[in-house]
């Protein structure tokens, strides 16, 4: 039988399919998989039930309330906690608890827990940003969504400072490593916490890194007038309506594109009602909310296109962007310099700026050549860093540095994911 490794995902996986966190979330369990361990996620959801999936086993909590983002995590954290004491009864090796961002807190509480019990156990935490920085940049980014919007970000960042970020400075101060994959995060971490958190940077990957192996599936481009695709959360750290802009910008120009916008998110009806004053709607800009799986709509653009003001960190669909191959145009902002080289393997314009990046979109839309190119870099940069197998390697060299050196190595490209099946609650 393999070891067992707990994931504290907060949120339930299969609630968000196509979510940034779920979607980190996963690609960690799946890593985990191919290290030859066995996941057991745990979070809060909707009932009772142990379920089992082809990247896991997801533990659910009943929460009398669904948890926001992360938000919530402290307040969901006892049930949590519980339900890990009540999985780890009677074990007697040691036991990994590997938690994500605020969700972390959960994961140190049930350490301590443990502990007190006779169980040895060993808390580390994933970190894509520090939440106040997150926060902050929700708060300082609103564009022209007015001021009920500031109002909303202004509420949840005085959460933010009364309740998170104390849960958060337990979880990062009190683990054995905070696990991060950009210099800019370990940046926002070191401000904020300091020496306390033990920080190590790893690559990553996105879950498509391991549903997709081997060279990305050839799919031609349509021919005739250039596609651009975006991806992405629709919050205003994301820059749609600056996309937007550009768009009207190529538009009013005459440069001939067609646009397929993806992802959900708080602020997709404004960004709907901005495309329809702009007059960017019909066949020429479609806004389609969130989709189960963007890879399709990747592998069919010519262009893909991140216009974030901020990001902390990355962008997880700017990595299945490299993968399947993009030429890539995206923001110079946190951590997108680097996994993007300019000029090698995608263009970089500044953040904020619709002119700059309709002139870079123009350039890519008129310059087939140059789209081969880029996205050449495109996936010479993903294999050589973003890849499954690095992924899953760096991870596990951590486990062994902590007392949990893999079992055995899981057979590559195991299956498609599952919806889940039942087996318990």
């Known amino acids: 039988m393999s070891p067992d490794v707990v994931l504290v995902a907060g949120r339930d996986p299969l609630d968000e399919p196509a979510a940034g966190h779920s979607s980190y979330v996963r690609a960690h369990a799946r890593a985990v998989l191919r290290l030859g361990f066995t996941p057991h996620l745990f979070c809060a959801g909707r009932d009772e039930a142990v379920v089992e999936t082809d990247y896991g086993v997801i533990h659910r909590c009943a929460a009398r309330v669904r948890p926001v983002r992360q938000l919530l995590a402290g307040l969901h954290a006892p049930r949590i906690v519980a339900a890990i004491a009540r999985f780890a009864a009677g074990r007697r090796g040691p036991l ?210 991140l216009p974030s003001r901020a ?29 993007v080289t300019d000029g090698a393997s995608g263009l970089l314009v500044e953040p904020g700026d619709p002119a700059a990046l309709a002139g870079a979109l123009a350039r890519l839309l008129a310059d087939a050549a140059l789209r081969r190119r880029l996205a050449e870099g495109a996936r010479r940069t993903f294999a050589e860093r973003f890849s499954a197998d690095a992924f899953a390697a760096a991870l596990g060299r951590v486990y062994a540095e902590l007392g949990f050196p893999a079992p055995a190595r899981q057979p590559a490209g195991a299956g498609h994911r599952g919806s889940g099946v039942n087996v318990s609650g």
């Not at 997709?212 to 820059?239: F, L, N, T, Y």
């Open 96 to 305: 990994l608890l590997h938690g994500f961002g605020v969700w972390g807190y959960a994961g140190v509480l049930a350490s301590a827990r443990l502990r007190a019990a006779g169980c040895e156990a060993v808390p580390i935490v994933s970190s894509y940003t520090t939440y106040g920085s997150e926060s902050r940049s929700l708060l300082r980014s609103p564009g022209g969504y007015g001021w009920r919007v500031r109002l909303r970000y202004g509420a949840a960042h005085l959460w933010v400072l009364l309740a998170v970020e104390r849960w958060e400075r337990r979880a990062y101060c009190e683990s054995r490593r905070v696990l991060l994959n950009y210099d800019s995060v370990e940046r926002l971490v070191a401000a904020r916490y300091g020496a306390a958190a033990r920080c190590v940077k790893l690559t990553y990957a996105a879950e498509a890194a391991f549903l997709r192996e081997g060279p990305a599936e050839s799919v031609p481009r349509d021919a005739g007038v250039p596609r651009i695709v975006a991806v992405s959360r629709h919050d205003p750290r994301k820059g749609w309506d600056v996309l937007l802009a550009a768009l009207d910008c190529l538009r009013r120009q005459g440069v001939p594109f067609r646009a397929c916008l993806a992802g959900g998110g708080p602020l997709l009806a404004a960004d709907r009602a901005l495309a329809l004053r702009l007059g960017l709607g019909g066949a020429t800009v479609e806004i389609l909310g969130e989709v189960a799986d963007p890879f399709p709509y990747l592998q069919r653009a010519d262009v893909f296109v």
């Open 311 to 339: 990001e902390q960190s990355g962008s997880l669909a700017l990595l299945e962007a490299l993968q399947a191959g993009c030429a890539v145009v995206a923001s110079r902002v946190d951590g997108i310099p680097e996994d």
